[in-house]
């Protein structure tokens, strides 16, 4: 891992020329991020303590629509401004944008300098100081998937993302050779993000032509998090320098598999050097606090699901046979099940969320996982046994929501998830879930006028 690149770091890279610009980001609702572009001396003057933007960036859809129905923002309350307080604990060089570092910054009440309680990074902040309550750490990884083109972004726009280029022609997963055509852009990428103090594991190529998928090291879940976020940046813009494009889109062509971004999870000690979910005297070694932790994610399967899954194009998916899980069971190694036992009896035990796809919000996933988790420690549940054999085809065990609608209804619902993120909090996604629907209920599709333009 690199060396943390510090506040004095960058004073001295700006006053010896090597940086001139910081993006002071925050993360938006849908994992993006968003800010400004500083010259590096002015923010290393001052603003390296605060800025400022619009409120509405916490209350807009992925086209950037000033959406109705928020009580948080809205044209009658005039959209003011919400303070961004840059966390320098983030601070990071990057190497594929000249002279340019980033921070990513908290977001605050303007007026009390609070945290706004809907913010990403707050609303995951809140639960890791649950577990840090009772003595507990949340460590986490996700395995994110991609698909890159050979066109660029404005040709895939001009052509109404239509007849798409996926940069190979066959199924790649662990494919050495057809990789190796990729590399231009992954190679980029990996020691990029090695770069900007991001550890890099590995990348290899997934199941669809095309599809490629990024794994970096275990991290507090925070940090691992933010670490996600600037990961697909990232790779947007290094596929961009290169005239290519990517999508993180979950299911971008119904012949194509869809792209996940799979949560591995434990807990340990407040240090970081005990794993709670390991205990070696019980079956699996999986400890009772472990159990009691994925009894919870299972329980709560239903209403954390819109955080794993937060539109319209989530749901397509779901699909059976295709490694995109639609149980909420768990399983000893079985990718069939929504939760799967990784590292059995050994200390890097950990339950692993496959149900999450590659468009969620890391810091909302996580947290809800979090949340979930508490839940069933609490609570003190029981652990159903392991499921054995092919989830797909059991028409008896428990569901996930296979629509956005469903997802929204139960996380509407939720009593655990209102305790813990709060009603007001819960309300302002249950909107941005009602938004997505209603959006796409008043589209006529292409596939609808195909079907029915002559045959209805």
């Known amino acids: 891992m690199t060396k943390t690149y510090t506040l004095d770091d960058l004073k001295k890279d700006v006053a010896a020329g090597r940086i001139d610009t910081v993006l002071a980001c925050l993360v938006d609702m849908q994992g993006r991020l968003m800010g400004k572009r500083f010259h590096a001396q002015f923010f290393v003057d001052g603003a390296y303590e605060e800025t400022h933007s619009c409120n509405y960036l916490l209350a807009t859809d992925m086209e950037m629509e000033t959406v109705p129905g928020y009580k948080s923002t809205s044209w009658a309350a005039g959209y003011g401004d919400y303070t961004m307080k840059p966390d320098l604990t983030t601070l990071r060089k990057l190497p594929w944008l000249e002279g340019t570092a980033l921070v990513l910054c908290d977001v605050l009440d303007h007026n009390t300098h609070e945290a706004v309680p809907h913010s990403p990074r707050a609303i995951l902040k809140k639960q890791v100081k649950r577990l840090e309550a009772i003595g507990m750490k949340p460590f986490m990884a996700t395995e994110l998937e991609f698909f890159l083109f050979d066109q660029t972004f404005e040709d895939a726009h001009n052509s109404g993302y239509r007849a798409l280029r996926p940069a190979g022609y066959y199924s790649e997963d662990y494919h050495i050779f057809q990789t190796t055509k990729e590399e231009d852009v992954m190679r980029a990428l990996r020691n990029g993000l090695q770069g900007a103090d991001i550890p890099v594991e590995n990348s290899k190529g997934e199941a669809s032509p095309g599809q490629e998928e990024i794994n970096v090291r275990y991290a507090d879940a925070l940090t691992m998090a933010d670490r996600h976020s600037i990961i697909k940046n990232a790779c947007k813009e290094i596929a961009w320098q290169r005239g290519k494009s990517v999508t993180f889109l979950a299911k971008w062509n119904a012949n194509a598999a869809g792209s996940s971004s799979h949560i591995h ?180 599709t292409d596939w609808e006028v195909a079907r029915g333009f002559e045959r209805a």
């Open 265 to 444: 999870q434990s807990l340990w000690s407040a240090d970081g050097k005990t794993p709670l979910f390991f205990d070696e005297s019980r079956k699996y070694s999986m400890s009772q606090l472990m159990e009691n932790y994925v009894a919870g994610l299972l329980a709560h399967a239903s209403e954390i699901t819109y955080f794993l899954a937060p539109y319209i194009n989530s749901y397509k998916r779901f699909v059976a046979g295709t490694f995109a899980p639609t149980k909420a069971v768990w399983s000893k190694d079985n990718r069939t099940a929504g939760y799967r036992l990784c590292g059995e009896d050994t200390k890097g035990i950990r339950i692993e969320c496959r149900v999450g796809g590659s468009d969620l919000n890391p810091h909302l996933a996580m947290a809800a996982q979090i949340a979930a988790g508490i839940a069933g420690i609490e609570g003190k549940m029981e652990l159903e046994a392991p499921f054995v054999g092919d989830a797909y085809g059991d028409k008896n065990i428990r569901e996930i929501p296979k629509t956005l609608r469903g997802a929204s209804a139960a996380l509407k619902d939720s009593k655990m998830l209102r305790a813990a993120f709060g009603d007001e909090v819960i309300d302002h996604y249950v909107r941005a879930a009602e938004w997505e629907q209603e959006e796409y209920d008043r589209r006529v």
